[in-house]
């Protein structure tokens, strides 16, 4: 359902999750969240007014019944000094389900409606505290697979990248401006007219900065996607019961044992990856492995990590040449397996065949390589250009398309520009540019993205 921009109306959720937990919070907000907490809350010490950021105990009570429902902590922040720039009721109380359902109930008796998913962070939006920036980062944060993650999405929470966008915004105006006065008063003062390379220097490049470091945000935040392939019973579930430590895929004698893509995540000195074991490529198929390998196939082109498992017990054959045409264009690391039994592989002849790969050799069943495999993992995703460690200004893929938007335009006016069009075309080309600039902030974004992005959201934040 689309969010309510017209935020007139008081809104209330449980904020905390509905599990077993020592205490729940319900959340209030909305012109409407002090009165109805003076209806339904009695504060232990006698006061005549809620102040904005103090902390009230006391107990709630439903005025139909008159009963007692919990001893609670109450706060009040008033507009504009709280989450969503409007007033704010808390109530802390003990958890579980039946009581914080019930809280809910009698806060929505009062008049206030049930809030959407994400709608509190939306109020945020539309009040001016955040921007979408800072609303998709918040999302991050509760998401990030790893350190890292969480400080790149809080340093994008305080709103560094925003600012970085802005400086942008900024430089183009500014070029705009200096266009829009020649168009006006073309007589005027021709040294000021910007030149492709005052473009490409303030403009494109930063931009292409930016999209880069796009990788990183994937990386940290939600895991490299990792595809474990290779022929049937080359050891794929036994290297991946070896990385989670755990007995998580099945493994047996019988070529074909896996069917379906197994999921699990796994971190390297905090580098989180997304593993997938994947049904084993041979040749005769009946329905089910034909499905099967269709998944492999499809998740092979997902991934950005391939881990292609040699079985050093069986000559090289042209189900492997095949598996290395199909991963040829992604990053991948050989790993040479079953090293407890004798080879059937020809070292030469397999080096020349992955021609420069890297190769580690493990064996899955005793257990050796492992930490090898695992630091050359760590090693080849880390070696991406992008992945430096003092950036931290990285786009997601919905602000990455727009910096690509903007990015295709400054390039456009700036070779407009060289071919000497007229200024208005070149002003057009900067205009549409800050239009994508602007739908990263959320000044320009349509219903459709707002909705897209907010529904992310789960219930109460
Ligand atoms: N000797 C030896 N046997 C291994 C090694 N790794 C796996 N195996 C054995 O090889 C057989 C197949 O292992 P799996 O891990 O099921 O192989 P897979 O690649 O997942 O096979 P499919 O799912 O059928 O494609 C099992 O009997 C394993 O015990 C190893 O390093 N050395
Ligand atoms: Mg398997």
Known sequence: MPLNPSNTDTIAAVSTPLGVAGIGIVRISGPDAKSICKEIFKPKKSITNLQSHRLYLGYLYDRETGSTIDEVLVSYMAAPHSYTREDVVEINTHSGYLLLSRILEIIIKEGARPAEPGEFTFRAFMNGRIDL?????????????????????????????????????????????????????????????????????????????????????????KGVGTAIVGRVNAGKSSLLNRLVKEERALVSSIPGTTRDVIESTIYIRGLPL?????????????????????????????????????????????????????????????????IDLPSKINR??????????????????????????????????????????????????????????????????????????????????INDALAALGEIGGETATEEVLDRIFSRFCLGK
């Open 274 to 338: 997304r593993l997938m074991d994947t049904a084993g490529f041979r040749l005769e198929k009946g329905i089910l492995e034909k499905k099967g390998m269709e998944k492999t196939i499809e998740k092979m082109q997902e991934a950005e990590l391939i881990l292609f498992i040699v079985d050093r017990s069986r000559p090289l054959n042209k189900i492997d040449m095949d598996i290395l045409a199909r991963i040829r264009k992604k990053q991948t690391l050989v790993v040479l397996n079953k």
């Open 348 to 429: 030469a002849a397999l080096l020349k065949a992955l021609g420069g790969l890297p190769l580690v050799e493990t064996s899955a069943l005793i257990g050796n390589g492992i930490e090898e495999l695992r630091r050359a993992i760590r090693m080849l995703v880390l070696s991406r250009k992008e992945l430096s460690p003092d950036n931290l200004l990285a786009p997601n893929i919905r602000q990455k398309e727009a910096l690509g938007k903007a990015y295709r335009s400054f390039v456009g006016a700036a070779k407009n520009l060289e071919l000497e069009m007229p200024l208005e075309i070149i002003a057009e080309d």
């Open 133 to 221: 920036t800072q609303a998709e980062a918040m999302m991050d944060l509760i998401h990030a697979q790893s350190e890292r993650g969480v400080y790149l999405s809080t340093n994008q929470m305080r709103g560094s990248f925003r600012l970085e966008v802005e400086h942008l915004r900024q430089r183009a105006i500014d070029c705009l401006a200096r266009i829009e006065l020649l168009i006006d008063y073309p007589d005027e003062n021709q040294a000021a007219v910007p030149d492709p390379d005052e473009i490409g220097q303030k403009l494109i490049k930063p931009l292409e900065k930016l999209i880069a470091s796009h990788e990183e945000e994937r990386v940290w935040i």
